[in-house]
């Protein structure tokens, strides 16, 4: 079946560093969804992206879709603390199923 | 009104037990969801109702059984659980129309079955 594999697994890094994520899929993706999830909460939509290639940009974050539609990417400038938690991207399988990476863990130290 | 409300937050129950799991949801939505989500990993699909029907169980045991009364309500209903399916379940909807729309996920209720 198909396989959304997400690293690093883990981050720490010290405020204001860069950060990124980086989701591949076994399979060619029809889009691409990015969660972000903080610690005891629930996934959070941040963006979507559709077409090979494609970058779009919110304040300091920047997703990238690849031009093969099986990987993208998160990375996030000058890291805030309000930036920790998990960031998930989920690709769509199917007309419904959206099957979730395997997440990156974010903290971020003062 | 953006939300998905879920009820209850938190859940104890015994293995012989029968409870039921409340997503609720106004924003006109038709596909709804859920997802069990253990610590330290991701949401892993469970049921997919669109326009009321199930679409999708992704080879769920028995022992959790999901209804959709009407477009607004998804129930999940437990009865005989076992302490491993303690986890957070999370429900979700998103418009039934467009597939590609974003998900509004529910708070979650976090259930332990002792």
């Known amino acids: 079946g198909q396989q959304v594999m997400q690293i690093p697994q883990y981050q720490h890094v010290q405020e204001g560093e860069d950060f990124t994520t980086y989701c591949n899929s076994s399979t060619t993706l029809s889009n691409i969804q990015w969660y972000k999830q903080r610690p005891g909460g629930h996934p959070v939509f941040l963006i979507q992206?559709?077409?090979?290639?494609e970058v779009k940009k919110q304040k300091r974050l920047t997703f990238q879709f690849g031009e093969a539609k099986k990987n993208s990417s998160l990375h996030i400038t000058a890291t805030q603390t309000t930036d920790v938690g998990t960031y998930f991207c989920a690709g769509r399988s199917g007309t419904y199923k959206y099957i979730f990476g395997t997440g990156t863990r974010l903290k971020v130290l003062a | 009104d953006t939300e998905v409300t879920q009820t209850p937050k938190h859940l104890v129950m015994g293995m012989t037990n029968k409870k039921s799991l409340k997503c609720e949801q106004h924003?006109?939505?038709?596909?709804m969801y859920w997802y069990k989500q253990k610590a330290k990993k991701p949401p892993e699909l469970m049921f997919v109702?669109?326009?009321?029907?199930?679409?999708i169980n992704e080879s769920v045991p028995s022992r959790f059984s999901p209804e959709c009364p009407n477009s607004s309500l998804l129930n999940l209903h437990l009865h005989a659980l076992q302490p491993e399916d303690s986890a957070l379940y999370l429900c979700a909807s998103r418009r039934g129309q467009a597939r590609d729309t974003e998900a509004f996920f529910g708070q979650g209720t976090r259930l332990t079955v002792v």
């Open positions: 109702y669109s326009y009321e029907k199930l679409s």
């Open positions: 924003m006109g939505h038709r596909a």
């Open positions: 992206l559709v077409k090979s290639g």
